[in-house]
Nanobody, 126 residues
């Protein structure tokens, strides 16, 4: 059973930085996509960034230039470096794994992913 465990959330002031981590249990998918999503209470999960086994990286427009996704396969860990944080970035953040590469805009669709972590809270004060 694949397990994803997020960490690194917290509370920062506007302009601050956080690095989220997602530790994954061993999986043997040759083709995969790993993503970060955000979700506010009562709202649908939104794609923030994703990286796939082909090396393709995608970002939501609102975070381009401020957030960086990376994947350390040796440590089975996915990261999201969040810089220049704004109050509107406040949300619960989840990592997710799809057992296939996601082409086009599919990376941002939460229903394309098979496995999810429990989430980590990010708070940004103005």
């Amino acid at each position: 059973q694949v397990q994803l465990v997020e960490s690194g959330g917290g509370s920062v002031h506007s302009g601050g930085s956080l690095r989220l981590s997602c530790a994954t249990s061993r999986y043997t998918y040759v083709s995969y996509c790993m993503g970060w999503f955000r979700q506010a209470p009562g709202k649908e999960r939104e794609g923030v960034a994703a990286i796939d086994s082909d090396g393709s990286i995608n970002y939501a427009y609102s975070v381009k230039g401020r957030f960086t996704i990376s994947d350390d396969s040796a440590k089975n860990t996915l990261y999201l470096q969040m810089s220049s944080l704004k109050p509107e970035n406040k949300d619960m953040y989840y990592c997710a794994l799809s057992d296939t590469v996601l082409s086009g805009a599919k990376w941002g669709n939460h229903y394309e992913y098979n496995y999810w972590g429990q989430g980590t809270q990010v708070a940004v004060s103005s």
